[in-house]
């Protein structure tokens, strides 16, 4: 993986991602030169179109990465990343229209976009076919090899059989005597030389994974494969790394003190964050106060009760705060003490079933993002009730408060909605990577993947 503003992107779509691009430009050059010689005008120097071309694929490759063309499904199934690629070219050809309506220029003419549009489509789907293909063989993933042959090796085993997976275990080292969970798993005894059994079988990375270390680190033999150029990770680090999360189960507190992260250059980062915080929450609240005033007449004329609701929660340094939602729910729901959300909620009214799947009961939350309280991106916001259990029954919960909470989030767009113990575990793991590692490139994909959660209401309830 390259690991880009302290977040770690896949190989495969990064190299995949330069392929777009590049057969982006093509299809904005080449229906340019085909309308142009329908209509007789001369093509012009590739100079001239070079800012319309890069706003074309850049566009293009945003709105992409906002409806999850590049997500793990979309990598494994064709049928699947083809959806997504027609409904990210049809938005995008939507966007440059826009552009163009709203600067009053005529950079994108139509019927070069519809020739864009069509060629796209077309590259792309192929890109997929051939490329994508390639890069899913196993010879483009790491080689990996396990110290361990316990619980942690096995779980590394199940994440290395997934189709999306970036990399592939060559072997299994048991590096105690005794059965193994692990079948396969080699002892060390068998092994006469270590480094040399790394090298003869061209391993990238060796990931330990033992369940207890002491007296089982080959700290001499860890040394002379780090130095000859591979790769030595533990396992927290790896778990991390590869699937976007903090491991609670294995993770301690030296590993948060000293693995990557929390750094003080954040600093610049929450400034940053808090200047497009304003400018973008006065903004949208300007651009949403017709849909807000609309739903709230429709709240109120579906059920009895006032049109908003506000409801205090737990935000940064564990503060409390108020927030303000649409109300989607009969004004006796939590008549019996405090309630996680449920699948079909009984509670939910018609019209808060609706703006619930399309989030717009969120929008007035933009008032506490203006005001400091939250932020766009960050950890969904708790009820100070559950707070009080889940930092009992969860390993440093209380951590997820050491940055704003968001209206959006890593676990939002990573874990569908959940309202169980469990659900909060996976969801915290989450929290705890973007609190972590949170960067404003990271806020900037979270963002853009928001949409594919809002168009296919992954998550919603």
């Known amino acids: 993986m390259i690991r880009l503003f302290k977040h770690y992107i896949p190989h495969a779509v990064l190299l995949l991602g330069l392929f777009d691009i590049g057969l982006l430009l093509t299809a904005g050059d080449m229906a340019w030169r085909l309308r142009a010689g329908q209509i007789g005008i001369g093509i012009g120097t590739l100079a001239d179109r070079s800012g319309m071309l890069a706003s074309f694929a850049a566009i293009m490759l945003t709105v992409m990465i906002a409806v999850g063309v590049y997500g793990a499904e979309a990598l494994r199934s064709m049928r699947y990343a083809s959806a997504r690629l027609l409904v990210a070219i049809s938005l995008g050809v939507i966007a440059l229209s826009f552009v163009d309506w709203l600067t009053g220029e005529t950079h994108f003419w139509r019927s070069v976009l519809a020739y864009a549009m069509a060629l796209s489509i077309a590259f792309l789907v192929g890109n997929r076919l051939i490329v994508g293909g390639i890069l899913g063989a196993s010879a483009f993933r790491r080689r990996v090899l396990v110290l361990g042959a316990g ?50 079988l061209g391993v990238s990375e060796v990931v330990l994974a033992l369940e207890e270390r002491r007296n089982a680190l080959p700290l001499q033999d860890l040394l002379r494969i780090k130095t000859a150029g591979v790769h030595v990770n533990d396992f927290s680090s790896f778990i991390e790394r590869e699937t976007g999360r903090v491991d609670l189960d294995t993770v301690n507190p030296s590993w948060l003190i000293f693995s990557d992260g929390f750094s003080s250059a954040r600093a610049l980062s929450s400034a940053a964050k808090r200047v497009f915080d304003v400018v973008a929450s006065a903004t949208l609240l300007i651009l949403t106060a017709p849909v807000i005033l609309i739903f709230a007449i429709l709240i109120k004329l579906d059920s009895k009760g006032p049109a908003f609701f506000r409801q205090t929660r737990v935000g940064l340094y564990g503060q409390n705060f108020d927030v303000i939602k649409l109300r989607s729910m009969r004004t006796d729901a939590e008549v019996d003490g405090a309630q996680f959300a449920a699948k079909n909620d009984p509670r939910v009214t018609r019209i808060g079933n609706f703006i619930r799947k399309v989030r717009i009961d969120e929008l007035p939350q933009t008032w506490s993002v203006l005001k400091g309280e939250m932020s766009f991106v960050g950890p969904r916001p708790e009820r100070p009730e559950f707070v009080t259990d889940l930092q009992e029954q969860l390993p440093y919960y209380a951590e997820r408060h050491m940055v704003k909470p968001g209206i959006t989030g890593w676990a939002q767009i990573n874990y569908p909605y959940g309202a169980n113990l469990e659900d909060s575990r996976h969801k915290l793991e989450y929290d705890l990577y973007y609190a972590k590692n949170y960067t404003p490139f990271l806020d900037l994909l979270i963002m853009l993947q928001t949409l594919r959660v809002v168009l296919w209401h992954e998550g919603a309830r």
């Open 151 to 200: 619980n942690r090796a096995d779980r590394l085993r199940k994440l290395g059989d997934k189709a999306e997976s970036g990399f592939v275990i060559v072997g299994y080292i048991g590096m105690s005597e005794g059965p193994h969970q692990v079948e396969e798993a080699i002892n060390r005894s068998a092994i006469h030389n270590l480094g040399r059994f790394v090298e003869n």
